[in-house]
């Protein structure tokens, strides 16, 4: 049904579809993308029913084809492209797309932290196909070479690798960055594996009153940096805050703006993630980053951690899997009162076990080239 309402409400194009060189699949976050290419040479493919063209679903129906996914293949056929770019690597039916079109380049880009039982999906699945995919890490490049046929290149997070850190003075805040809570649809995935809204967000209700009470004793603000996009779920995601930090002076701040999140923790004085990809990020552009390594601990699931598949220690400089106030606060007071030049130097040798960072996506760039 929801399908239906949204396809009402879809644009529809009248125009016959340009032949260009580039596809961009799925048309969300595609901005990201007009640093590196020519606009005038791509093609954007609503796939959320944002719009249809009445020219390929004439098409579709003269071939008795019409599921979305046929929408999508058509699309793609007519747009006579040489190279598909996506950023969504975590949909299935984008990575089965190699395999019926053998001659048209495909690249994919890691937006997102991914799970073991991400992967054991995909082991389901024989056909699926990259020419690239550009990973976070080597871990996770090789994770996807056991399920995907392509090549996979780690460049870290490509929106943060875009995005200069101008290392402002820091204001005196620590800034906590959001992973929640889901919404009934995106917990379906956790819930088959007996993880509900409770298990999931628990360490945040336990160490949220620590970090506040630490801001508190050193004459520190707290603000929670949204996950939502939407005005529905951030109302939903500042309720849920509110009721952790009741009666407590914090700000959640609305970080839907483009690149606001990076800005904000760019000024802050430290950024604070448990299991975010921003926490990853942060710690890539050179900020100060504590990691409370918990969600693993408390959804007993070993790949809900930032750490997943490396051998690194329960608790070090700037991280901990304890939620007690004397660790917490130790771990807090380390990396606020370490230097810029101490940081880097305890960081430097974990940072590109996490996350690497290649400066405005050269290695992207090159691909293109090619």
Known sequence: MK???????????FKRLERKNFLILDSVQSDIFKNYINLNEVNFLDTRYESLNIFIILKMIMKFKFSYYDYICEYIKFS???????????????????????????????NGMRTSFFFENLKKYSDLKVDYLLTFNDFYSQKFQEVIRGKFISIGSFKNNQIQNLFK???????????GP?????????????????????????????IYKFCAKNSLDLQILSRSKDKENLIFENNFYDEILKDCNYKFIDTSEKNKIYEIS????????????FGLESLARGNKTVIFNLRNKATNFES????????IGK????????????????????VINCSNKQWNSHVKEIKPFLVNFDENNSKFKSLLNE
């Open 169 to 179: 003075k820091k204001n005196k805040v620590i800034s906590f960055v959001s992973s």
């Open 266 to 277: 760019d000024n802050s004085l430290i950024t604070v993630s448990i299991y975010s990809a």
């Open 182 to 210: 889901f919404n009934s649809a995106n917990m379906k995935i956790y819930e088959k594996l007996n993880i509900n809204n409770d298990k999931y967000f628990n360490p945040e209700k336990r160490v949220l009153p620590v």
């Open 315 to 334: 608790n070090g400089f700037f991280w901990t899997d304890k939620i007690d106030e004397k660790n917490v606060f130790e771990v807090l007071n380390n």
């Open 3 to 13: 399908k239906i309402i949204k396809i009402f409400k879809s644009k529809i194009i």
């Open 80 to 110: 006579n492209c040489k190279t598909v770019i996506s950023f969504f690597d975590n949909y299935i039916s984008y990575l089965r797309l190699k395999k019926k079109f053998p001659l048209i380049r495909f690249i994919f880009i890691q």
């Open 304 to 311: 809900l951690s930032l750490f997943w598949g490396y051998e």
